[in-house]
């Protein structure tokens, strides 16, 4: 697939919008400001807070500012993707930090 000189324009718009604005955190975040719509979370980005907090051990508070929501967010949408015994499970045998 060709990419467009207006695709490396609206990329290259979106990477200004990441750097110049302190709100931005994600690529997809800075894709919705160009189009003028609120960025809404998905399941693939639930995951990603899933994996980052049990496998990387990001704390909830770090991940309240890569994704510019709550802590009472993060952890309902962890707890609500994850089962708690595998929870337990995983953050015992990966030695997480837990929050």
Same mark, same amino acid.
């Given at each position: ?5 207006? %695709? ?11 750097? $110049? ?5 994600? !690529? ?5 400001? $160009? ?9 693939? %980005?639930?995951? %990603?807070?899933?994996?980052?907090? $049990? $496998? ?26 994850? !089962? ?16």
């Amino acid at each position: 697939m060709q990419e467009t000189s207006i %695709d490396l324009r609206e990329n290259i718009s979106a990477l200004c919008v990441a750097i $110049l604005r302190d709100d931005i955190a994600i !690529p997809e975040q800075a894709f919705a400001v $160009l189009e003028g719509k609120k960025y809404e979370l998905t399941e693939k %980005d639930t995951w %990603d807070m899933v994996r980052l907090h $049990l $496998l990387e051990g990001v704390t909830f508070r770090e991940l309240e500012e890569i994704y510019g929501i709550g802590y009472s967010a993060i952890h309902h949408r962890i707890t609500r993707h994850t !089962p708690y015994e595998e929870l337990k499970e995983l953050k015992k045998s990966r030695r997480c930090k837990i929050v």
